[in-house]
């Protein structure tokens, strides 16, 4: 009887412990920073930066929250603009279900602000910030379509995978990784396209590091470069 009773103990601590995390919950979310060189791309934006500035810094960042949420947040700046100009985009992510429940972007450029924030209450819409977050933890392997949040309106969306690069981060390291572009689909009960660009290099790593970024707003792509991995 005791031998029985001794067996069920050990097969009942064999179990918590191959369960790890789940027993305590669910793991904390990690904090990461990433710093980039930004420089602007294209024809139009080459024009475009005749009067604004056509390189500076970036950054992106995922802070764990009080409430076990995490705050992922894209932010492009200048030392050459005059009056603290930025962009920036974010949002507050449920890490369960990789979902954004609130999302906001915003800029100040030229003498012009403006923002936006809402809720994200509809179950497949990201917006640029969470969207990267997600494809890092769940990377498509095949075409998937979404619905992305963008300065307070809702557009669908397509993620496509293009399969593995070689590129090189700015300290000059070589990196293979995996490309993803997302583009805006006619769709045509919906009204409006998405006109935006999104494209990520993600490192072949255990954090699918973002090693490049291209995102494209109005006029100009803007080309972020990771300085080092």
């Given at each position: 009887?005791k ?19 789940m ?6 979310p ?7 060189h ?18 500076g ?17 894209l ?8 009056q ?8 507050e ?34 917006d ?7 494809i ?16 307070g ?16 981060t ?21 009204g409006n ?29 803007v080309?972020?470069?990771?300085n080092?991995?």
């Open positions: 009887m031998s029985s009773l001794r067996k069920i103990l050990l097969l009942v601590v064999l179990t918590l412990l191959a369960a790890g995390p027993a305590s919950g669910q793991a904390k990690q904090n990461e920073e990433f710093q980039y930004w420089q602007l791309r294209n024809f139009l934006g080459t024009l475009v930066g005749l009067f604004l500035p056509r390189q810094e970036g950054s992106l960042t995922f802070k764990s929250l009080g409430n076990g949420h995490l705050q992922s947040e932010t492009i700046t200048s030392g050459a603009a005059k603290g100009e930025y962009f920036r985009y974010g949002s992510i449920d890490t369960r279900t990789l979902q954004p429940i609130r999302a906001w972007s915003s800029y100040s450029w030229r003498g012009e602000t403006k923002s936006k924030s809402a809720p994200i209450e509809q179950i497949g819409v990201l640029i910030a969470s969207g990267i977050y997600s890092r933890q769940d990377p498509p392997e095949k075409t998937r379509r979404m619905e992305i949040w963008s300065d309106k809702i557009y669908p969306v397509v993620v496509i995978p293009l399969g593995i690069e070689s590129r090189r700015r300290n000059g390291k070589k990196v293979d990784v995996r490309h993803y572009s997302i583009r805006g689909v006619d769709v045509p009960e919906r396209k998405w006109k935006g660009k999104l494209d990520l290099w993600l490192a072949r790593d255990e954090a699918a590091t973002p090693v490049e970024i291209l995102l494209s707003r109005n006029l100009a792509d080309h972020l470069e990771l080092s991995l």
